[in-house]
DNA sequence: CCGGATCCGGGTTGATACTG
DNA sequence: CAGTATCAACCCGGATCCGG
């Protein structure tokens, strides 16, 4: 395996996880949790078979991965993060919130894929009224659902759908992030094809511009 | 310019600083401020000149970094950070963060640079005491030294000498970081050629095993 | 279908030499 | 000092194939 060979934090991280795809394929078991191979290659459109195999290997052996064989009715193989993987998360986050911003002009013919929502809502989300009920929220975007889980002044953000919604938001990925940034009005909102049902209430606690 | 084509923000921040060696030039500027060419070249050992040169082309038509002309007595360009690099600096944070406890089982024949201390000193350096007066430490490692900063609550790290030292800690870099993230006792850190100088009480304010 | 392994063309990296 | 030029070795992406 390459290395910097620099006695430097930084330096020591990137020779684990600074290969190309690899912290992709984390970001990719952080917000779906147990993924199967198969799982990865479309949460991943433009990975080529073999890098995916090469870098899950190294990252099972750098003890970021772990490999599980599930019991039926799975019957599979499970790659899934393990406790030093899930501590990546804070790092993953700074680095999206850093590259936010540029997402805004889109890349022409980049893939779009709902679930990618998750983390971007984790950090951006806060309770504006901490101290009332808990409740949730279902945010649909094509066939996937995220969950958004209001409970004493936290935010939870998670892949499908909540047991039961106190409101529902349904539009496409890229405009639901601009709505859930605040950068949507009301008639912007509407007008993007993003779609509220249920308390508005419980949703103004989240996003201002509802209110 | 390789794209992932991703409509994800860690997705865009890996295009733009996700390739082998950028994060590291980022680090570099980071801990210096303005560079010359060859003060990068110094602080990145490994790196070969053509990848450098490439590596600062595409920072700069980033927007992270910017090419400066300084006047005489440098009469050199300069490299360094726009706002928007200096904004990678919490993610750069928590990946050194995350890669700092590899660190201890230092992999044979890696460089060593003094002021490679600067951001793990950033991070877990509190000052416990906060209440107690303004005071400032010089930390020496070879010919290179670093200035902490206390002064109400917060604590600064930079490189380079304070105007004036209540107290100086000498030593290697490898045991300097042992010493500071408390992981040496008193006899370890003797033991481990680390000098202690001047107002001790000032230290302990930040490393509990001096008390 | 699932989880890869293998092969190949082209692009990227890294070491060295050289230049204004 | 601040790079460019050259070239070999390696890595990446795409396609194909293969045993459960």
Same mark, same amino acid.
């Given at each position: 395996?390459? @290395?910097?060979?620099?006695?430097?934090?930084?330096?020591?991280?990137?020779?684990?996880?600074?290969?190309?795809?690899?912290?992709?394929?984390?970001?990719?078991?952080?917000?779906?949790?147990?993924? *199967?191979?198969?799982?990865?290659?479309?949460?991943?459109?433009?990975? $080529?078979?073999?890098?995916?195999?090469?870098?899950?290997?190294?990252?099972?052996? !750098?003890?970021?991965?772990?490999?599980?064989?599930? =019991? #039926?009715?799975?019957?599979?193989?499970?790659?899934? &993060?393990?406790?030093?993987?899930? %501590?990546?998360?804070?790092?993953?986050?700074? &680095?999206?919130?850093?590259?936010?911003?540029?997402?805004?002009?889109?890349?022409?013919?980049?893939?779009?894929?709902?679930?990618?929502?998750?983390? /971007?809502?984790?950090?951006?989300?806060?309770?504006?009224? /901490?101290?009332? *009920?808990?409740?949730?929220?279902?945010?649909?975007?094509?066939?996937?659902?995220?969950?958004?889980?209001? @409970?004493?002044? $936290?935010?939870?953000?998670?892949?499908?759908? #909540?047991?039961? !919604?106190?409101?529902?938001?349904?539009?496409? =990925?890229?405009?639901? &992030?601009?709505?859930?940034?605040?950068?949507?009005?009301?008639?912007?909102? @509407? %007008?993007?094809?993003? %779609?509220?049902?249920? $308390?508005?209430?419980?949703?103004?606690?989240?996003?201002?511009?509802?209110?």
């Amino acid at each position: 395996m390459r @290395s910097y060979k620099q006695h430097c934090g930084l330096a020591t991280a990137l020779d684990l996880v600074g290969d190309r795809w690899t912290l992709l394929i984390v970001r990719e078991l952080l917000i779906r949790g147990g993924c *199967r191979y198969t799982d990865l290659q479309k949460g991943l459109p433009g990975i $080529a078979t073999n890098l995916l195999a090469e870098r899950l290997r190294e990252l099972e052996s !750098a003890g970021i991965v772990a490999r599980e064989e599930a =019991p #039926p009715p799975v019957a599979t193989t499970l790659f899934r &993060l393990t406790e030093r993987g899930r %501590a990546l998360e804070p790092a993953i986050l700074q &680095l999206g919130l850093w590259g936010a911003p540029l997402l805004a002009r889109g890349a022409k013919g980049a893939a779009t894929q709902p679930h990618w929502l998750v983390l /971007p809502l984790k950090i951006f989300l806060k309770d504006r009224t /901490p101290r009332e *009920r808990d409740a949730s929220i279902e945010v649909r975007a094509g066939r996937e659902s995220l969950a958004i889980e209001l @409970s004493s002044g $936290a935010v939870k953000v998670r892949l499908g759908a #909540p047991e039961q !919604a106190d409101a529902t938001v349904t539009g496409k =990925p890229e405009k639901l &992030l601009e709505f859930f940034a605040g950068k949507l009005d009301k008639a912007a909102a @509407s %007008a993007a094809g993003i %779609a509220i049902e249920g $308390a508005r209430d419980v949703l103004a606690r989240i996003v201002p511009s509802v209110a």
